[in-house]
């Protein structure tokens, strides 16, 4: 069974997740940022795209010591599953994705990645081809599921949240609604893509729950199918 998708990110009040110079900035405050630290520390395994492990350096790592001494005292690796969706493997084997935290790491390459930078990465991390040009993120949920993970979260950024919300691949939406302006007509918002047309549609939410933390909001939606299943 594919794992339950909890799609998890901050956005400004203008919807921005990251600078125009795709620099990541802080829209949370500690309370969020503790918030999603114990979101992570629930989930069998956390994923973003390459673009995000490129422009943050991103680790995915628990940053609270003590979620890592729970999650191990229950039988659970340190960290959760860390992937990343990479289809022609262009992850640094140098970053932090490799360099901090324990646990198994994932990286989902398509058929069109070279092998030699398969081969320095499979060094690192498990590589998984799934997908011909590009990687194919219903095959990744098939086979995510198969191999146990349960509760995927998925941090974005812009052009992995446009394939997971357009393909309708997503259980559930939480974002952080951060007290702050970015602006800019290229500074990435929640979702990028080619977006929808009116006659196209769009893809309908339904509200679960809205609640104050720091200075912003975290909003939760539910994928409307979910509403209707549940
Ligand atoms: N505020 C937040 O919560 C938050 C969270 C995360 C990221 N961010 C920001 O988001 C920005 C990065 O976003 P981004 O849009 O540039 O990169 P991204 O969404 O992290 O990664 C996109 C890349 O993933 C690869 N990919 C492979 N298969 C894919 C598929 N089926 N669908 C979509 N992508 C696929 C593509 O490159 P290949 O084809 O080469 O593989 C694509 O360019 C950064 O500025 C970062 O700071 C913000």
């Known amino acids: 069974m594919r794992p339950y998708v909890i799609i998890s990110a901050a956005m400004s009040a203008d919807g921005k997740i990251s600078t125009k110079e795709h620099q990541q900035t802080k829209i949370s405050g500690e ?8 979101l992570r520390a629930e989930c069998d395994a ?10 943050d350096d991103a680790s995915l790592c628990l940053k609270n010591p003590g979620l890592i001494v729970s999650r191990a005292a229950s039988g659970r690796d340190e960290q959760p599953m860390r992937i990343v969706i990479d289809s022609r493997a262009r ?29 320095v990465l499979r060094e690192k991390a498990a590589v998984i081809p799934a997908g011909k040009d590009r990687v194919d ?13 349960k509760k995927l979260m998925v941090e974005g950024g812009a052009t992995l949240l446009w394939s997971f919300t357009s393909q309708r691949l997503f259980d559930e939406i939480r974002i952080y609604v951060g007290a702050l302006i970015i602006g800019g007509v290229n500074a990435p918002t929640l979702v990028g893509g080619i977006g929808f047309t009116r006659d196209e549609g769009f893809i309908p939410l339904a509200l679960k729950n809205v609640e104050k933390i720091d200075d912003g909001l975290l909003i939760t939606w539910l994928n409307k199918r979910m509403e209707l299943s549940v």
Do not use: C, N, Y
């Not at 993120?137 to 993970?149: K, M, R, T």
């Open 91 to 119: 992850m640094q084997p140098d970053g932090d994705f490799f360099k901090k935290g324990t646990g198994k790491r994932v990286i989902f390459v398509s058929d069109a990645a070279p092998e030699d930078r398969i081969a």
């Open 31 to 38: 309370q969020d940022f503790a918030r999603v630290d114990r």
């Open 137 to 149: 993120l219903g095959q990744v949920l098939d086979l995510l599921g198969e191999i146990g993970v």
């Open 46 to 55: 956390v994923m973003v795209g390459i673009g995000t492990i490129l422009a």
